[in-house]
């Protein structure tokens, strides 16, 4: 145990120790609240949890993307709200730990609930600061909030999420958020008091008031309720109030059946025709306990009313594109979903839409060019919905389709192709001419009952789907798409644990001098030494890399093992040759790559001249960046090669203007060479063009020597590929190559 732990800690283990609880027993809580009983302690709660909701969704917002949860209890430890990352929710919900249940040290240890409600601060409990091994790999900060001006303590949020995400920022988070809840707490209590106090103070005054005697007949209307009813004071007085249409039949139940009316809600239009809403109140009036008339009273809140409106709308709607938002839509597929699940026919399907190119668009530009960008996109969008369909906006730059009602399948196929010509044409902000694709994940709801979040599961794996199979197209939810989500999610789970495991190791594929057939270089290519499934190639985890963000940390170790490599061979006396490295889109919109590459340099004191980045066409798309990286590049030494040449959006221009030493023909060029006429003018051209701007050429995928034949008949730099050999480890290297130089 960490000595150095705060003492509650330290007291709350020793208390388990003392209980005699075995750490390695999962500890469920034992109490809980029957459905009544939550559903009372719930109600009792409403006003309080809809605050502490809407902040803590805010927080849930600000960390989009990490796996957290919120949990919210009440002041005696019962949880009333779970929020958050599905997969913890599901995990804790194997220990027990679900709504209505219980936290007390007594039964469940030491946990951050319990904890939260005793501290008079916010806490932190992290890893093998619990008591249970189970809780190990968690990390959790909670506090108490309270009713401020008296201390009157309320209940705890607490915030738990996997422990490689833990950062001590989060108590930070947390704080405000529990702040800004007490705040608004505070400020509704106050407001109830001086509601009271105004209904007390104001109620002759701001207020339309009507008296009658004890048979209807009006003895009083002032002039705010001339204002409020649009009916003259001469008008009213003298005449029966329960020939009123508006309110009539009221004043007959108080003056009959002496009831007392509150907060009744009339709506009427005044002679301009706006919308008027009052809230309407009556009651009788008595002398010496006998009725002797009645008191009516209208409090305009029109203002209130549209406001309200206007509320209620934002809160389903986004604020950028008025379309309807997140929980707009998570209502309306709970809806059917119940219908559904009611027997009713009715059939149901989402559309996850992805925009494959909006972050280069934002970073290009600027924020508000992006909001301008999404607000076109939205527009084209809209112009496909059919009848019965809903768009809405997630957040950032995903957007979803929900079709109902339809009667064939097909129709929502032909709905994702129709979605995908939309983006065919350019996108016009201002005088800027944009172009970018959609993915799309499509999930149709089965025949059996599955749950909102499931369904919502589906299209967002089917989406992620889309993207990893080259975007721009649609995949439908399968259940073997689900096998292979899982078997994905498995890798994924064993590539974060790889680097430091070691488990990575670099092959190398030599490039051959055409003119003279010596060795001039090597290509370091990454290969995954799995302990279970053997030798995994790049193909099967680089796109893993990239969506859960190690790609840069995968491709700096690439980087620093290659150059280390390639000094060892130069000190074994093997005659210098160039070393080619991959940088990935992500590692090279890194901020820090330049000093990164210097830091490498220094350590490994390799000759930069040695050293040679390869980018593809589609980072050097990214303007101004682009070329104010690569020159920096450029000035430590390094050389520049543009990788694939020819298969993403090549463009004359940065050829001409960006520092690039080499251009890689793709192999899927070479392979044809001799086959397709139209694939041998393309290499031709491209060495032409290479020449002229006095750039080399390397030929990747070179297999044949009739192809290495007319490569050198058209003055081809430089192959590589299987014909000479392919991607081999150090020693096979070192067997062939260094002992020959």
């Known amino acids: 145990m960490n000595t ?8 709350s283990n020793r208390m388990c120790i003392e209980a005699g609880m075995d750490p390695y027993e999962v500890s469920r809580p034992k109490t809980f609240l029957s459905k009544s009983e939550f559903e009372k302690k719930r109600k009792s709660y409403s006003e309080i949890l809809s605050v502490v909701s ?15 949860l919120v949990v919210v209890s009440d002041a005696a430890g019962y949880l009333l709200e779970i929020e958050g990352d599905e997969t913890i929710k599901s995990t804790i919900e194997q220990f027990g730990i679900v709504l209505g249940s219980l936290f007390i040290q007594e039964d469940t240890g030491t946990n951050v609930i319990s904890l939260s409600l005793q501290q008079k601060h916010p806490i932190s409990l992290i890893g093998e600061q619990h008591y249970h091994t189970f809780l190990h790999g968690i ?26 995400f833990q950062n001590p920022l989060f108590l930070t988070m947390l704080s405000q958020a529990v ?8 400020l509704r209590k106050q407001n109830k008091k001086l509601n009271i106090m105004n209904q007390i103070m104001l109620s002759r005054t701001r207020n339309g008031i009507v008296i009658t005697d004890e ?14 009813s649009n009916n003259s004071r001469d008008s009213v007085m003298g005449r029966n109030i329960q020939e009123s249409h508006l309110t009539g039949n009221y004043f007959k139940e108080v003056l009959e059946q002496e009831k007392i009316i509150e907060n009744e809600e009339l709506k009427f239009r005044d002679k301009e025709g706006n919308l008027i809403v009052c809230l309407f109140d009556a009651q009788p009036i008595y002398e010496e306990d006998k009725m002797i008339g009645a008191f009516g009273q209208f409090r305009d809140i029109s203002d209130r009313y549209l406001l309200q409106e206007k509320y209620n709308y934002l809160a389903f709607h986004d604020d950028l594109t008025n379309l309807p938002n997140r929980r707009y839509i998570n209502k309306e597929i709970e809806t059917i979903i119940q219908a559904l699940n009611a027997g009713e026919g009715r059939t149901l399907a989402l559309l996850f839409i992805d925009l494959d190119r909006f972050k280069i668009i934002n970073d290009n530009f600027n924020h508000s060019f992006g909001d301008k960008f999404l607000i076109e996109v939205s527009k084209r969008l809209s112009s496909c919905l059919g009848e019965k369909d809903i768009l809405a906006r997630m957040g950032g730059d995903e957007f979803v389709f929900l079709l109902k009602d339809f009667v064939a399948r097909d129709y929502v196929t032909k709905k994702a192709e129709e979605i995908l010509q939309l983006f065919q044409q350019p996108f016009y902000v201002g005088m800027k ?77 030599p490039q051959i001098n055409n003119y003279t057939g010596e060795l001039v270089g090597f290509e370091a290519l990454i290969r995954w030494q799995h302990p279970t499934l053997g030798l995994i190639h790049p193909g099967k985890f680089i796109k893993l890399a990239e969506e859960n963000g190690l790609i840069t940390q995968i491709g700096e170790w690439v980087i620093e093992e290659a150059c280390s490599q390639i000094k060892k061979w130069q000190d074994a006396g093997m005659i210098p040759v160039k070393m080619s490295v991959n940088l ?27 050293l040679v980045v390869e980018i593809t066409e589609y980072m050097a798309m990214e303007g101004e960046y682009s070329i104010h990286v690569l020159k920096q590049l450029k000035a430590l030494g390094i050389g520049i090669s543009i990788d694939d040449f020819g298969t993403g959006y090549s463009s004359l221009n940065y050829l001409k203007n960006f520092p690039i030493d080499y251009i890689k023909i793709d192999k899927s060029f070479v392979s044809e060479l001799m086959n397709n006429e139209k694939d041998t003018i393309i290499v031709k051209a491209i060495i032409t063009l290479a020449h002229n701007l006095h750039k080399e050429v390397i030929a990747e995928g070179v ?37 020959q130089l």
């Open 584 to 610: 990935s889109t992500q590692q090279f919109l890194t901020r820090n790559l330049i000093s990164f590459m210097e830091n490498v340099l220094e350590r490994t004191a390799i000759d930069p001249a040695y």
């Open 4 to 11: 150095t732990e705060p003492y509650y800690i330290t007291e």
């Open 215 to 228: 048979n209807g007949i009006t003895t009083e209307f002032n002039s705010f309720a001339e204002k409020i």
């Open 139 to 164: 990390a959790c900060y909670g506090t108490a909030f309270h009713y401020t001006d008296d201390n009157d303590l309320l209940g705890s949020v607490s915030i738990m999420m996997p422990i490689e």
């Open 433 to 509: 001419e944009l172009h970018t694709t959609a993915s799309i994940g499509v999930a149709i709801y089965p025949e059996y009952p599955i749950s909102k979040e499931q369904l919502m599961v589906y299209a967002d794996n089917a989406m992620y789907q889309a993207k990893s199979q080259g975007k721009n197209r649609y995949v439908v939810h399968t259940a073997e798409l689900l096998n292979v989500m899982m078997d994905d999610y498995k890798l994924e789970v064993d590539l974060r644990k790889a680097l430091d495991k070691n488990e990575f190791v670099l092959h190398y594929q």
């Open 703 to 739: 297999e044949t020597k009739e192809q290495l034949d007319f490569l050198k008949d058209h003055q081809c730099d430089i192959s590589q590929g299987y014909y000479f050999n392919k991607p081999l480890p150090v020693d096979e290297i070192e067997t062939i190559y260094l002992a």
């Open 179 to 186: 702040d800004s809840i007490e705040r608004e707490l505070l």
């Open 54 to 68: 809407f902040f803590s969704n805010k927080l849930l917002d600000s960390l989009k993307g990490t796996p957290i």
